[in-house]
């Protein structure tokens, strides 16, 4: 009798095999569909450079349990996918290619460059998205997008000009941020904040006219060729007798103002600090508010100019002399030429250590250069204030509740204009054009004319200006096309919370400026996964796991198991190589208890278990009930966003109750009785309750659920995938049932750990007593069976008159008693020594409740229900360390 079913599980014959079904069937796939509702994610676009990480893996698979739930629902899910042409990174990839050759960009010219980097986006661009198949991920890919691609360029255009027009886009000589290495400016957000040891030069500065000087302290001593005045503080009254007179700069001997401004601190160093326009954001500033000229000293890879560049009023007016030492030098070894002169020349006063905060390039990690630039910048304030309101309103709302909103409202509350020009050839081309009188036209075409050149610009955009667009580009804007009506506002973003003001808040200003709506109703923050030890995965710490190995090793499907059972929500997680042993256990255990069920079914599974409900046993209708909990628990916890708590729900239904005790307690009715019916009921209650659980666990482990399921399945159901989500059935929650069955596994529970104590043999078997009230000996009356099977209980007997209490080992469930007469297996020092462990915990659980009963503070704040609860839980505690006590006085006499 029975199916013939391997003995072990093999994922490596079951995941390739499904996920091929599902993409022929096109389970994936939506359309617009007016007769269900949407549900629609897009996928955070990784970049063409990436290869599956654990944090895309986790990220994901939040994403494919979000959709693979809807999709069971009956909502048209739509889960987008795509891929981020992720400009500086890619440029990077492909220049370090060409460097092996011994080419540059330059030597290729920007056409030939442009094409070489699409070559090897085609070649590469879609490892990521095959590594994703294999996780599981369940999105349309006949949707998928690339950030480059015709119709999201189209877009990016669209939306440059608008706001151009608009007058939120504008270029203008500015302060940016300027990385050397990759030779672009970029965002503030781009650059990396690090605590750096430094040093704090004080440099001596002359007064012009006397044999006085002041004393600037700076962390970059290079920067004074590029000094235009001196700053005090407003309330430093001790230096305005210097007012009026010229500073003079060392080594080019310029003449400057001293001018009194609110940023400088006079407690910082001596109170006189040097302003630097061109190379200083800070010094920008007090430079716009007095209107002083801007000298740039440096060039664009870092290195002190032959002659520095004097701008007035935004304007370049001539240039300026520098020392031919200083010359063509790199940053930080003019800095150390200049300190040795400064030493020298008497005009340095001291050297100090200083930790001070230094900008890093995201991408390469070098120091920043703040540069005086010429860029595009896009004007934010208009457009954040929007963008904060809907979140405050929770029209969008944050997941982890709570967390996130103050970073967030700190970003749009402070936030300054975004520079979003980059000196890169690989990205999307800025739609402006110049002429040669020097005058802007921007459009989408060349306006050229046969009378009339124009020159395009050279730059391309920031790599977030086309992924702001991402949920309303992929679905065909600025065209009205119907996946747009449809799709759009989409209804989550998964995301980690370190591109909260990169992309989540730069989506919510764009949805709101170009759809007039927002562009997700919900944010999830998923956390950080991290080493065993806490530290963040990373190539210089060689501590990352990779996902496809444990793939290869484990499953697919034990490794999303183990990323959503190890997380809860929002936080970080530690992980390890042998932490997927939990789920690769797990997947074991669903197998088995499958193959428990195969092993003694008939040819075709029975799962319409209601018709044989008047057979229904007490364990019967206790796991049916329980199953009802289990839906609402995955059903809520995904619904609230907390995946780890619908993980959990399943779980330990499926584990503790249907395989540990459920199954056990079917055995005797599957091996032993030759009653036909109550066979088939056990059957189709177990069949049933097996194939529901799949489909409960179905969006967190897919692959082993369809391979189970399918064996389970009617002929007119067609795959787990498209199956409908279990319902909640209120009828077969029974409260009274629960109640029961939880004395019946303590109790059991109870006699096998006190059997464990007393090293009774596991194949012994032992009689049992017990003290009871007619309801409880009824209850355990009616589960004799259960007793006999699960604690190997001989004889379970209503405790006689004449008892022997000395006699016996004890243990105490809901204040009945239990005793096993165990003369000859009872070792009487162990039992001596549990039964004063158990008054000692009883005695520690007494005078926890007593505190807070006789706390006045409690009983006053504290709901009545909780404070009568409180008191039953300790009438409870109290009733069975006085039976335990008097268990004790009777074996071994009064405890001392």
């Known amino acids: ?224 060729l590029g000094d235009t005045a001196v700053a005090i503080a407003p309330d430093d009254m001790e230096k305005y007798h210097l007012l009026g007179k010229k500073i003079i700069i060392p080594f080019v001997n310029r003449e400057v103002e001293l001018v009194v401004d609110d940023h400088v601190d006079k407690e910082f160093g001596s109170g006189f600090v040097k302003v630097t326009p061109a190379h200083d954001p800070n010094d920008f500033e007090i430079g716009q508010r007095h209107q002083l000229p801007m000298v740039l000293m440096l060039d664009k890879d870092g290195k002190v100019l032959h002659r520095c560049l004097l701008f007035k009023d935004g304007e370049y007016v001539e240039e300026l002399p520098i020392p031919d030492y200083l010359a063509g030098k790199d940053r930080f070894e003019a800095r150390e030429i200049i300190v040795e002169k400064l030493k020298e020349m008497g005009q340095l006063e001291k050297v100090e250590p200083h930790v001070h905060s230094v900008g890093h390039s995201y991408r390469s990690k070098v120091p920043i250069e703040p540069y005086l630039s010429v860029q595009w910048f896009v004007k934010m304030k208009p457009l954040a204030e929007k963008a904060l309101k809907v979140v ?76 702001q667009l991402w949920p309303f580009s992929t679905l065909g804007w600025p065209d009205d096309t119907p996946e747009l009506k449809y799709f759009y506002p989409t209804d989550v973003l998964v995301t980690g919370p370190d591109i909260i003001f990169f992309w989540v808040a730069r989506m919510i200003m764009a949805g709101l400026e170009f759809m007039h709506e927002i562009p997700f109703k919900h944010v999830y923050f998923n956390g950080i996964v991290r080493d065993e030890q806490g530290r963040k995965m990373s190539k210089s710490l060689g501590n990352g796991i990779d996902p496809l190995d444990m793939i290869e090793q484990y499953s697919a499907d034990a490794v999303r198991f183990t990323l959503i059972m190890l997380s809860s929500e929002g936080q970080d997680i530690n992980l390890g190589e042998r932490s997927f042993e939990i789920g690769r256990n797990f997947s074991n255990k669903v197998w088995n208890a499958f193959r428990f069920l195969a092993m003694n079914s008939d040819q075709r599974w029975d799962t319409d278990f209601q018709k044989y409900e008047a057979h229904f046993t007490f364990e019967d209708r206790w796991i049916v009930s329980r199953f009802q909990k289990a839906i609402e628990g995955v059903s809520q916890g995904i619904e609230n966003f907390r995946v780890n708590d619908a993980l959990n729900a399943i779980y330990h239904f499926f584990w503790d109750e249907y395989c540990d005790w459920y199954l056990e307690m079917i055995k005797r009715r599957l091996y032993q009785s030759n009653n036909e019916i109550e066979r088939k009921t056990a059957l189709s209650v177990a069949a049933y309750i097996m194939k529901s659980s799949m489909e409960l666990l179905h969006p967190f482990i897919p692959f082993i659920t369809e391979e189970i399921w399918q064996n389970l399945r009617s002929e007119e159901e067609e795959s787990i995938v498209i199956s409908p989500w279990p319902e909640v059935k209120k009828s077969l929650i029974n409260e009274q049932i629960e109640e029961q069955m939880r004395f019946v596994q303590e109790a059991i529970s109870a006699i096998r750990n006190l059997r464990a104590e007393m090293n009774v043999q596991p194949a012994q078997k032992i009689n049992v007593y017990y003290s009871a009230n007619a309801g409880r000996s009824q209850l355990i009356e009616t589960n004799r069976a259960h007793f006999a099977a699960l604690a190997k209980v001989e004889t379970l007997s209503p405790l006689p008159e ?79 360390l006085d039976k335990v006590r008097r268990n004790y006085e009777k074996l071994f006499g009064s405890k001392s």
């Open 1 to 224: 009798m029975g199916k013939e079913i391997p003995k072990v599980y093999d994922p490596k014959k079951v995941e390739n095999k499904w996920y091929d079904h599902w993409l022929q069937k096109r389970y994936f796939h939506a359309e617009v569909n007016p007769r269900k509702k949407p549900f629609t994610i897009v996928i955070p676009p990784p970049n063409v450079t990436a290869n599956l990480h654990m944090g895309h893996a986790f990220n994901n698979t939040i994403q494919d349990i979000l959709i693979r739930y809807h999709r069971k629902l009956g909502y048209e899910t739509l889960w987008l996918p795509g891929t981020d042409h992720a400009g500086i990174a890619t440029q990077s990839v492909v220049e370090r290619e060409l460097l092996k050759e011994g080419k540059s960009r330059y030597d290729l010219g920007r056409e030939k460059f442009v094409e070489k980097v699409w070559e090897w986006k085609e070649k590469h661009g879609s490892t990521i998205i095959h590594q994703l198949k294999m996780m599981g991920a369940s999105c349309d890919w006949d949707r998928e997008r690339f950030t480059l691609d015709e119709g999201l360029s189209n877009a990016v255009q669209e939306v440059f000009i608008r706001l151009y027009n608009k007058g939120l886009i504008y270029k203008g000589l500015r302060i940016v941020n300027w990385d050397p290495a990759s030779a672009t400016a970029l965002a503030d957000d781009e650059v990396e904040h690090k605590e750096v040891q430094g040093k704090l030069y004080h440099i001596r500065y002359k007064v012009k006219d006397s044999d006085e000087y002041i004393v600037v302290a700076t962390t970059r001593p290079e920067t004074l």
């Open 392 to 467: 405050k309103e929770g029209k969008i709302k944050f997941h982890p509740e709570g967390r996130f909103e103050k970073t967030y409202e700190h970003w749009m509350t402070h936030i300054r204009d975004w520079c979003i020009s980059r000196q890169l050839w690989w990205g999307h081309r800025i739609p402006a054009w110049y002429n040669e009188k020097g005058e802007v036209k921007v459009c989408k075409e060349d306006p050229s004319t046969p009378d009339e050149k124009w020159t395009r610009d050279p730059d391309v955009l920031d790599t977030w200006f086309s992924s």
């Open 802 to 880: 004449n008892f022997d209490r000395a006699e016996a080992g004890v243990v105490v469930v809901q204040s009945i008693e239990f005793f096993i007469p165990l003369r000859e297996a009872l070792d009487l020092d162990k039992e001596k020594e549990r039964l004063q462990k158990e008054i000692k915990r009883l005695e520690g659980l007494e005078k926890s409740c007593l505190a807070k009963l006789n706390n006045e503070n409690f009983l006053q704040k504290a709901p009545e229900k909780v404070v009568q609860a409180e008191r039953n839980k300790l009438a409870n505690i109290q009733e069975n």
